[in-house]
């Protein structure tokens, strides 16, 4: 009898491989970072062979971890960094480029010219999305130009698109299945979210063959099964979805009106709209949560670009730190007299603002500026993000005010600085549940819900348990004093991006 389920959760920065059990206890985990690629200014890429042995390695080092081997798995579920781009040769498998990162915003002028022809309307329309590059069509688009060969390659039906889940599909069946879920294909920009399918249309706008396409499922479904030297024998691949989505899921946010915000490289708070597609007027994103039985339940979405990355930046780029959990203590040294600002706009701004121009900006330095202050800016500027994105949520959707608890997961919660923070500048309680790898358990009962591992979703929504909710404790105004100096930061950021 099968025990396990056994999670993929490729991420931007690291792959995980995570088994669970009956009881959605971890009973193997495994983690390997892989390689950044910055080849120019605004460029992130991976290397996707890189990313294809981690997720292999990781995979195998959680089985023996737990003891277990492929019979004792009774389903893989792959959850993914959204949006990234891999194109291979569909006779060898081997990508034709690096994959190009949701990051990436090397395609912003092909973006902007759309976008002044009047586009973004019908775009946003049919895919929910915005005229972006974040979003994987135009990166599509420029491999298919920069490549040799490539787009006459495409026509000939030789290539095939992916967004990561798609990718190691195709490489755990060795090619028998190129296949995605509706929540990946939702990010593409080619996604009508409202008829579930391809679309011509925007196929036509973006100058993207079809014959690059993978088929689309529900998050739930039978996606192929694994070869079986991979793994040391032969598992059915049965649930698939984007990182945020499945961490919606993970989070039991089944419920229209119910929040989650993921802080991992970036942050994406995700709210659950039911059957309805709210389309907003606040520069939200309009999305797929999940699609269970051919039915879609939709969120509204606010991408934020920068949330962990900017810990990562004061230890790899400035050097101030050299552990993430470093920031917690200079945050709570940093001198109260200095409001120091820093705006993250390494690879432009996400939610609400969108702007891909923007470059990042840090306000209010005086000679006795040290690295507490700039590492308790950092921790600041993803709470006055999320702020942004949760106003912007409350103006699209009433329900969400007032009484919002927000449910927060990804590598970041575990600072209780920023949790608290955050609950702060919010002024409405901050939730942290036990189980930190949301994304991961998310894919994980998906895959358990198709094979009949797990329970249906209001059963799995009971086993949600709180660690801690940080309460807010913050004086109005020194709130709203906070907060009116951050949008000062940001005007002065976008006033900086014009030409
Ligand atoms: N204690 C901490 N304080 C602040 N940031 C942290 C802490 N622990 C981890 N992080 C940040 O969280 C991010 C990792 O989260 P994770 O969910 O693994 O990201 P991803 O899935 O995007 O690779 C990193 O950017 C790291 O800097
Ligand atoms: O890898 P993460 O957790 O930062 O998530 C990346 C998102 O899916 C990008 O849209």
Redesign the pocket.
């Known amino acids: 009898m099968p025990s396990c389920i056994l999670a993929i959760d490729q991420?931007?920065?690291?792959s995980r491989a995570i088994l669970f059990g009956k009881d959605y206890e971890v009973r193997g985990t495994a983690q390997r970072e892989f390689t950044q690629h910055f080849p120019r200014s605004g460029w992130v890429e991976h290397d996707a062979e890189e990313i294809w042995d981690s997720v292999v390695a990781t995979c195998r080092e959680a089985m023996e971890k737990a003891g277990v081997s492929a019979a004792d798995i009774a389903g893989i579920g792959i959850t993914n960094?959204r949006e990234t781009v891999v194109i291979w040769d569909r006779r060898t498998g081997k990508p034709i480029h690096k994959a190009i990162v949701w990051q990436d915003r090397r395609t912003a002028d092909f973006c902007a010219a759309l976008k002044q022809k009047g586009h973004e309307a019908e775009v946003t329309a049919k895919t929910g999305l915005l005229l972006d590059p974040y979003f994987s069509a135009s990166k599509i688009a420029w491999t298919l130009d920069h490549v040799d060969g490539a787009r006459a390659a495409a026509e000939a039906g030789d290539l095939a698109f992916g967004t990561i889940d798609s990718f190691l599909i195709w490489r755990l069946t060795q090619g028998r299945a190129h296949v995605t879920d509706a929540t990946n294909a939702a990010r593409t920009l080619l996604f009508d979210i409202h008829r579930g399918q391809w679309d011509e249309e925007m196929l036509a706008l973006f100058q993207v063959p079809a014959s690059l396409l993978p088929a689309v499922k529900d998050s739930a479904a039978d996606f192929g099964d694994t070869a079986p030297e991979i793994l040391g024998g032969s598992i059915r691949i049965l649930g698939v979805a984007g990182?945020q989505q499945a961490a919606t899921v993970g989070q039991a946010c089944f419920q229209p009106g119910m929040l989650k915000s993921t802080?991992?490289?970036?942050c994406f708070a995700v709210m659950n709209t039911g059957s309805q597609s709210v389309i907003s007027r606040n520069r939200l994103l309009t999305t797929i949560a999940y699609q269970l039985d051919g039915k879609r339940t939709y969120a509204l979405e606010g991408s934020i670009f920068v949330?962990?990355?900017a810990?990562?930046w004061l230890?790899d780029g400035l050097g101030v730190i050299e552990k993430?959990?470093e920031?917690?203590a200079l945050a709570d040294a940093a001198d109260d007299n200095q409001d120091v600002y820093l705006v993250p706009a390494f690879t432009g701004l996400g939610a609400p603002y969108w702007n891909a121009n923007a470059r990042g900006a840090l306000f209010g330095l005086t000679r006795g500026t040290t690295p507490r202050e700039l590492a308790r800016a950092a921790?600041e500027s993803v709470c006055y993000q999320t702020r942004d994105l949760v106003q912007a949520m409350q103006g699209d959707w009433g329900k969400a005010s007032g009484d919002t608890v927000l449910r927060v997961d990804?590598?970041?919660v575990?600072?209780d600085w920023?949790m608290q923070f955050l609950a702060d500048i919010l002024n409405a309680p901050v939730d942290r549940p036990v189980v930190l790898e949301t994304t991961a358990l998310g894919a994980a009962y998906l895959a358990g819900l198709k094979a009949g591992f797990y329970p249906e979703p209001a059963k799995f929504a009971e086993r949600w348990k709180l660690d801690r909710r940080f309460e807010p404790d913050m004086e109005e105004a020194t709130r709203a004093r906070k907060f009116a100096g951050w949008k000062r930061a940001v005007k002065a950021t976008l006033l900086a991006a014009e030409e």
Request: charged share 5%.
């Open positions: 991420g931007t920065t690291s960094q990182d802080y991992g490289t970036g949330a962990g990355a810990v990562q230890r993430a959990s920031t917690a921790l990804g590598g970041m575990a600072s920023t």
